[in-house]
């Protein structure tokens, strides 16, 4: 379901609501309850970034967490001491090296034990279990996607990580090249540009027609069995003018593809047509 998503991704970079739609795309694919998207500056406090797109039950924790209660957050004390945050992190994982501090009048937040963190941030739902996926940006920086799901229907397993872990280095690139195109977050501006702009352009000096409209589609998600019945041609000419692509572009993998792809995306945003 992850991977699926990527296309409709990469589709989105550029735009001021990347993150958001990031988000909802988790928050369907896991499933999730809530997913939070928050941008860490280099040694600050975390920025939400799809704050609006919540639903009003968690506003205000998230408020209160971004203003106050991250400081005492197991996540942000983990995030100041590691050299690389990226990939996916459970947070009972990151309990067992680090100790809640205790919570005072100072913080908007109240003791509990029943939570995974030994506290309950003022306006946030109570009884979920955390999941972080981390982007770090090129500057230090850092992006954290928190899904969150009720512990009391399962919350995450360890098979649930698998699909999460070969997702995280996707997600990396993919936020790397939205802060690239439309700057840090809080400056970006609607880009007017869809996948098939990028795609219409993609390696036009060294790809045939034909193999350019077939690695389009790869992008977009379709299998070779769906391609050959979309342009009426056979799975195993379909596979022929794939490999012949991929080694005229230098590459072996799907994966390899799409950084391939999301490279023309950063070049074009530095050079736009016209």
């Not at 408020?63 to 001491?81: D, G, S």
Request: negative net charge; hydrophobic residues 40%.
């Amino acid at each position: 379901m992850l991977m699926e998503a990527i296309p409709a991704l990469i589709g989105q970079i550029g735009r001021s609501d990347f993150f958001g739609t990031v988000a909802e795309s988790l928050c369907t694919a896991l499933p999730a309850q809530y997913c939070a998207v928050f941008y860490y500056p280099r040694d600050a406090g975390p920025v939400p970034l799809n704050l609006e797109n919540q639903p009003p039950e968690i506003r205000a924790g998230i408020r209160n967490y971004a203003e106050k209660t991250y400081l005492v957050n197991p996540f942000f004390r983990w995030l100041q001491e590691v050299d690389a945050p990226s990939g996916c992190h459970r947070m009972e994982d990151l309990l067992k090296d680090y100790v809640v501090h205790a919570i005072d009048d100072e913080f908007p937040a109240t003791p509990v034990t029943s939570e995974e963190i030994g506290y309950l941030t003022h306006g946030w739902p109570v009884g979920l279990q955390e999941i972080m996926l981390v982007a770090a940006l090129k500057d230090g920086s850092v992006i954290e996607f928190t899904a969150m799901r009720s512990r009391a229907k399962g919350g995450y397993r360890d098979f649930d990580l698998t699909p999460l872990r070969q997702f995280a280095p996707v997600l990396e690139s993919l936020c790397r090249k939205q802060i690239e195109i439309a700057g840090k977050p809080g400056a970006a501006q609607q880009h007017g540009r869809s996948i098939n702009d990028w795609l219409a352009t993609f390696a036009t000096d060294v790809l045939t027609e034909r193999e350019r409209e077939i690695l389009a589609m790869v992008l977009q998600g379709y299998s070779s069995e769906a391609i050959s019945m979309r342009l009426g041609i056979a799975v195993p000419t379909v596979k022929t003018h794939r490999q012949r692509a991929y080694a005229k572009l230098g590459i072996s993998s799907q994966t390899e593809l799409l950084r391939v792809f999301l490279d023309h995306i950063e070049d074009a945003g530095r050079h736009p047509a016209g």
